[in-house]
């Protein structure tokens, strides 16, 4: 993309001795685009049933908000079958912007003195340059000529206040730069890049100044200046991921995104699986945490995606830190894998049931909800699995449960600093650790919600030993970083991303 622009004359003039100065600028973006790799779907269409089902009527059942299908092409008696749910996530993108104006002006630009002699006479302009998402420009002054009745010496490094009888020059300069301060040259061109770009970004505004001397000998006439300032810039590269500061869903987050934020850097972010709304922040482990309690249970994910879809389909890796084969092929539902996220009851968590998945959600968005350690695995907390770490969990695609033990990330987080002082945050007690808050949530006992607001119990996804897991206690003057406990108990959970 190419713009040109012309300025008007720019006339210096006194009494019979008039300076005829022109410029013209013209401004670039160079577009470059570049694909990003990766698997393409093509998308199922029409998409109005979730096959294949029994019931008549969960035929009809249209895709909830921010998902959509893709097909992989497998057809099953001429309808297909291999359709496949996944969330509509944020896409990496760019959207690179160039502008310059001078005067304020984009278009042209008229300017007009008179000249006095034996004296240093200006002709000022105010030149900005705005630009979003690109990675270089260059800002140049080209085909500088100065033409007139008689031949005008050319400056060269010569403040305005000093400048010669019978010469001119251009100067560029900072705004609060006064005139007579600033340094004339009469080059054919000059690079006038002295900015540098700031998170892809440019902002400034910059004097452009045409500075002529004349004495009592000089020829009267007109005296023309001509000049082409241009501008170019190259876009900034379109990433392989969602930066931090465009992310939009928990799903969205990657390494890259993390890596790229600074310790403190906060955000709010969607998960799209039931819509609920999380803080996330990069805390002093360099790690990104969410900085609130997981509420996902079956009820929120069948307010979402409606209960006929959710017995479908349950949880799958496409928005969930599940192994890829949750992968919600209609054409193999029966005997194909999925989790389904247990609805909300306070019932059952007692010590006949250590491998039961358990959820409670006591309509507490600051506390969260409460998680057996099998219901937190999404299933993979078994009796076999007797050390080391759960290899999936109900974070969002994206996020994990933290690991645990000795030298576990929970131990980590709370070596990078710990406040023994109690905190309140939107009226919740609790403790900050790492420079995240972690609430006084309690935890669910044999069945019973208790220590709410004095009390707080997380899980690792590292386990202990066939029945118990390294988990994450702490009260108002205790922190205990490498607990561990009965796996059927009610704990919150706290992902940290990958």
């Known amino acids: 993309m190419h713009q040109s622009y012309l300025q008007k004359y720019n006339f210096l003039k006194r009494n019979s001795i008039p300076i005829l100065l022109l410029m013209s600028y013209a401004v670039a973006l160079l577009l470059l685009i570049l694909v990003r790799s990766g698997e393409t779907w093509a998308l199922c269409e029409p998409m109005t049933a979730v096959p294949p089902c029994k019931d008549e009527t969960n035929c009809k059942t249209s895709l909830p908000a921010g998902y959509k299908s893709v097909d992989q092409g497998i057809e099953v008696d001429g309808v297909n079958a291999s359709c496949q749910i996944v969330p509509i996530l944020t896409e990496p993108s760019v959207n690179p912007t160039l502008t310059l104006s001078i005067d304020e002006s984009d278009t042209i630009v008229a300017d007009q003195i008179v000249a006095e002699y034996n004296k240093t006479n200006y002709s000022a302009h105010t030149v900005t340059i705005q630009a979003s998402d690109i990675s270089d420009y260059t800002l140049v002054l080209s085909d500088v000529t100065m033409t007139g009745p008689m031949t005008l010496s050319g400056a060269s490094g010569i403040k305005g206040s000093v400048l010669a009888d019978n010469s001119w020059g251009y100067g560029w300069d900072a705004m609060d730069v006064a005139n007579e301060n600033i340094i004339y040259n009469s080059a054919t061109s000059r690079n006038l890049k002295d900015v540098a770009i700031s998170n892809g970004s440019l902002d400034f505004s910059r004097k452009l100044v045409f500075a002529t001397k004349f004495n009592d000998n000089a020829m009267a006439g007109t005296y023309k200046t001509t000049a082409t300032l241009s501008a170019v810039a190259t876009p900034a590269a379109v990433l392989d991921y ?62 979402k995606m409606s209960k006929a879809v959710n017995k479908l389909l349950g949880l799958s890796y496409f928005d969930t830190n599940l192994p890829a084969s949750y992968n919600q092929n209609f054409n193999t539902l029966a005997s194909n894998k999925y989790y389904v996220v247990p609805n ?78 109690t905190s309140t945050v939107n009226g919740v007690s609790g403790r900050k650790f790492g420079g995240g808050f972690w609430p006084f949530a309690g935890r669910v006992f044999n069945s019973v919600l208790g220590g709410v607001g004095t009390s707080g119990r997380y899980w690792s996804s590292t386990a202990f030993d066939e029945t118990q897991v390294y988990d994450f206690a702490f009260g108002t003057s205790t922190t205990y970083p490498v607990d561990n406990s009965d796996r059927y108990g009610g704990y919150s959970v706290r992902c940290v991303a990958k």
Not at 371 to 398: E, Q, R, V
Request: contains cysteine; hydrophobic residues 35%.
């Open 242 to 303: 969602v930066s931090w500061n465009q992310l939009i869903y928990m799903q969205d987050m990657t390494p890259k995104a993390c890596a790229e934020a600074s310790v403190g850097a906060e955000q709010t972010l969607k998960d799209v699986r039931d819509d609920s709304i999380y803080t996330v922040a990069k805390l002093n482990d360099g790690k990104c945490w969410m900085t609130q309690n997981l509420r996902l249970t079956g009820d929120s994910f069948d307010a």
């Open 344 to 421: 909300s009851n306070l019932n059952g968590f007692s010590d006949s049931n250590f491998y039961i998945a358990q959820v409670y959600y006591a309509d507490n968005e600051e506390y969260g909800a409460y998680y057996s350690w099998f219901a937190a695995t999404a299933g993979a907390g078994t009796s076999n699995l007797t050390s080391g770490n759960a290899t999936s969990d109900i974070c969002p695609k994206g996020w994990r449960m933290p690991t645990g033990g000795e030298f576990g990330e929970i131990q980590a987080l709370v070596d990078s600093g710990a406040e023994t002082a």
